[in-house]
């Protein structure tokens, strides 16, 4: 079982400040990872898949990289909007298993 | 305009059964994969299950595998998940949502999501 782990748990930041968010995966899941953003009351968001594209009218503040067992989503310029919680999704080829990273929670400074 | 709403919530006791629907709009229904996947209260995200276009495809997550059955109605454009057997440990708000794969491309990612909806199992 491919086990993620976010850090950090919680990310404070700076309204226009730049924040980057780590996911890691306990195996290789190749480009197959997605962030998602959730706000209270809220479903998720999808944000970003395939590790780096950008989902339908995310801004472009919102980049993804990484392949494997590394991957970081970067805001690079937090709005007052982007305070949320963010996880990362992986899902491998055999057996299928879609898995969720715990979240990291960006709040304000 | 895409929208997923989920019914069937509730109330329900260890041991107990419950039915959840999704109502889904706005896109071909029959075109798309769609899963569950429920949050419990104030915790994370946990993917339950996916189900293809054609429902020849279905995968559990292994905490319901054998007590939980996906299923859809593409004339009625609507999923279901059956659950039986219901723990303590299910109780969580749980929402239907689309997949990425779309004419074979596989993606399995989750792009859009119902409101949810909220299962209780406690005596």
């Known amino acids: 079982e491919i086990v993620m782990t976010q850090s950090p748990a919680t990310l404070s930041v700076s309204p226009g400040e730049r924040g980057t968010l780590s996911c890691r995966a306990s195996?290789?899941?190749?480009?197959?990872l997605a962030w998602y953003q959730q706000k209270p009351g809220q479903a998720p968001r999808l944000l970003i898949y395939?590790?780096?594209t950008r989902a339908t009218g995310i801004p472009a503040r919102f980049s993804g990289s990484g392949s494997g067992t590394e991957f970081t989503l970067t805001i690079s310029s937090l709005q007052s909007e982007d305070f949320a919680v963010y996880y990362c999704?992986?899902?491998?080829?055999?057996?299928?298993?879609?898995?969720f990273g715990p979240g990291t929670k960006v709040d304000i400074k | 305009e895409v929208q997923l709403v989920e019914s069937g919530g509730g109330l329900v006791q260890p041991g107990g059964s419950l039915r959840l629907s999704c109502a889904a709009s706005?896109?071909?229904?029959?075109?798309?994969?769609m899963n569950w996947v429920r949050q419990a209260p104030g915790k994370g995200l946990e993917w339950v299950s996916y189900?293809?276009?054609?429902?020849?495809?279905?995968y559990y997550a292994d905490s319901v595998k054998g007590r939980f059955i996906i299923s859809r109605d593409n004339a009625k454009n609507s999923l279901y998940l059956q659950m039986n057997s219901l723990r303590a440990e299910d109780t969580a708000l749980y929402y239907c949502?689309?997949?990425?794969?779309?004419?074979?491309?596989?993606?399995?990612?989750?792009?859009?999501w119902g409101q949810g909806t909220l299962v209780t199992v406690s005596s």
């Open positions: 949502a689309r997949d990425l794969t779309f004419g074979g491309v596989i993606a399995h990612y989750f792009d859009y």
């Open positions: 706005g896109f071909i229904f029959n075109t798309y994969s």
């Open positions: 189900i293809s276009s054609s429902s020849t495809t279905i």
């Open positions: 195996q290789s899941v190749s480009s197959n």
């Open positions: 395939g590790a780096s």
């Open positions: 999704q992986q899902y491998n080829n055999w057996p299928r298993r879609f898995t």
